[in-house]
Structures are given as structure tokens and as C-alpha cells.
């Protein structure tokens, strides 16, 4: 019962974790109740679970993937792979978005899914970020040389990075060491991470963007971001919509309706539209139809490695008319 007299419910979830005479330690027995924690929480809350065989080989692989991708920075198999964002107007290639991989020496390419979430949880995201930043950076200074005109890369930043402080020294140094514009870097925040805790990341971002950064949301439409927030975060240029609403497109009128509000919201705001996740041409028309300015997805190309770009900035791609979309009920 609190001062007021207002009564509030407390629910808890609760790990457990049993310790045998004389095997492991205080350290380890509180690591593996956290563990069990964890385990309830994502069973629904309000609940207790129990340390077993199957959550100490979890915990056993997350550490083993921690100790191996801790080596895989320091030797260099973190390699970068790109994916056009394609202009629906004209097919060109301006911008691409960086994405990491891991090139194991024995295990050969390792899925994003497999290591991200634990560089997030290590903290080695920090890290990680820093070096896709500095090679795309890189590379982005390389295409603008050979083709003309301004390549830009947008590349992800992880809540972790947002709350570090380095963040900005990063940026500044990487622009000064790779001679780039400023605007030639976009950095990618997901809608997620603005629907909480907005207060503390808005002054990292309005300095990013005096710097003259992009900046975009990414996976818009799937955490309920309020419009208040989007008020505040007058500095973004690009709302890039989540595939959840692409997929279906070209035949669900919900997600169509949903795309519309979207761009309507980013042509009252002066904010770019990007659609991912795009695999097929009716997917495209639509989408070209409801006035998005720009499609990222396999349709036009899977993410690859740097040797596989220069030909796409070159030459446009075809783009489906929209025209071609009919309205399905």
C-alpha cells in the first residue's frame, strides 16, 4: 500500500539454482539462478524455473561463442557485407547498408543470429559496431572515388553503443581517418530503442546529427513509438518500415493502409521512407504504389561482400511500375 493509499500488485519471476557440497562457487550458483530467472521471465513472468542440464549447455555455448568471437576480433573474421537500398524512381544505388558477418575458420560463415545477441549481452557489440563503422566508412570513401559521386552507408547501432560515450569520438575519428562527408554515414536506431528511455540517448543523437549524420529508425511500426517521441526526434531523416508489413503487401489492404499512415507521416515530417525485407516484383509495385521512396531487400540483391558493389552503383536496377500493382480486396 503506498503513501496514498493506492494499493499496487507486485509479481515476481524467480530463478533457482541448487549447489552441491563442496562443487562451484557463490559466483557460478548466483549465475546460474540469474540464468533460470531470465527462463521464467521469457515463459510469461510470475513464475519461478530451475537451474537444469539444459540451461547449464546453454550457458556453456553462450560463453564458448563469447571466448571465440572475442578471438575473431582481435584476428580479423569479422567481415562486412553490403545490401543496396534501391531508388524506386530511378533504380539507382546511392546508399547501402552495412551488415556484419563472421567468417569462422572452421565453421565457415556464421549467422548474425548466432553471435549478435551475445556481443549485446558481453558488451563486445561496442566493439563489433566500431568495426563495421570504420569499414564502411572505408569503403564508402572508395566507391565515391571510383564511381564520382557520393556513396553512402548506413550501418546499425546497438543500444549498447548508444549509452557509450565513445560513441561520438568513434564517429569523428573514423570520419576524419576515412576522409567521407559527414552525411555520407547513416546510423540505424531501432524503433525499440526510442519507446523507451528516450531522454537519455536524444543528446548523443542531436549531437550526431549537428555533426551532420544521418540518422534513421529502423524496424518502424512493431514497438508502438508514440507520436510525442516522434516530435522529439526531429533529426531523423529515414523511417525504414519493418518486413512485417512488406511481406504481405500486395494482398493484405491492412498492411497497405498501414504503409500509407506511414508515409504520410514521413512526408508531413520531411522523412524518407524505406521498405525492407522486399522479395518479389508485386511486392515492389506496391509498394511503389503507396509512395515509398526506396526498397531494400533480396528482390534486388542479398546482402555480399564489397567486391559485388561497384557494378550496382554503375548501373540501375529495374524497377516493377506501379502501374503494374492491381488492388486486391
Known amino acids: 500500500v503506498l503513501s496514498d493509499q493506492s494499493s499496487q500488485v507486485l509479481s515476481a519471476s524467480i530463478g533457482i539454482a541448487y549447489a552441491a557440497a563442496g562443487v562451484g562457487s557463490a559466483e557460478s550458483l548466483l549465475r546460474d539462478a540469474d540464468l533460470a530467472m ?3 521471465k521469457e515463459a510469461g513472468g510470475s513464475r519461478s524455473a ?12 553462450r ?7 572475442r578471438r575473431a576480433i582481435r584476428t580479423g573474421q569479422l567481415v562486412v557485407h553490403y545490401q543496396p537500398i534501391v531508388d524506386v524512381q530511378t533504380g539507382n544505388v546511392d546508399r547501402l547498408e552495412a551488415l556484419v558477418r563472421w567468417q569462422h575458420p572452421q565453421r565457415g560463415m556464421v549467422p548474425p543470429g548466432q553471435f549478435l545477441s551475445v556481443a549485446a549481452e558481453s558488451g563486445l557489440i561496442v566493439d563489433v559496431g566500431e568495426h563495421v563503422l570504420r569499414e564502411a566508412c572505408r569503403q564508402a570513401a572508395l566507391w565515391t572515388s571510383v564511381v564520382g559521386r557520393p556513396i553512402c552507408v548506413s550501418v546499425n547501432v546497438a ?3 548508444l549509452l557509450d560515450s565513445s560513441l561520438i569520438y568513434s564517429v569523428k575519428r573514423v570520419l576524419a581517418e576515412t576522409g567521407i562527408d559527414p552525411s555520407q554515414l547513416e546510423l540505424e536506431i531501432t524503433e525499440e530503442l526510442i519507446v523507451e528511455k528516450l531522454d537519455r540517448r536524444l543528446s548523443i543523437l542531436r549531437e550526431l546529427d549537428a555533426m551532420g549524420i544521418k540518422l534513421a529508425i529502423d524496424d518502424f511500426g512493431t514497438s508502438r513509438a508514440s507520436l510525442s517521441q516522434l516530435k522529439s526526434l526531429d533529426m531523423v531523416s529515414t523511417l525504414k518500415i519493418d518486413r512485417a508489413f512488406v511481406i504481405d503487401v500486395a494482398t493484405d489492404s491492412v498492411d497497405r493502409k498501414i504503409i500509407t499512415a506511414i508515409v504520410a507521416l514521413a512526408d508531413s515530417v520531411g522523412m524518407e521512407v524505406v521498405a525492407e525485407g522486399v522479395e518479389h516484383a508485386n511486392q515492389v509495385s506496391a509498394l511503389r504504389h503507396l509512395g515509398v521512396d526506396f526498397i531494400q531487400g533480396f528482390y534486388f540483391q542479398r546482402p555480399g561482400p564489397t567486391e559485388r558493389v561497384v557494378g550496382l552503383l554503375k548501373k540501375p536496377f529495374r524497377v516493377p ?3 503494374a500493382f492491381v488492388e486486391s480486396p
Open 38 to 40: 531470465y527462463r521464467a
Open 321 to 323: 511500375s506501379a502501374e
Open 63 to 69: 560463453l564458448e561463442v563469447e571466448r571465440e568471437l
Open 50 to 61: 530451475v537451474f537444469d542440464a539444459d540451461l547449464r549447455a546453454h550457458a556453456l555455448a
Open 159 to 161: 543500444e549498447r553503443q
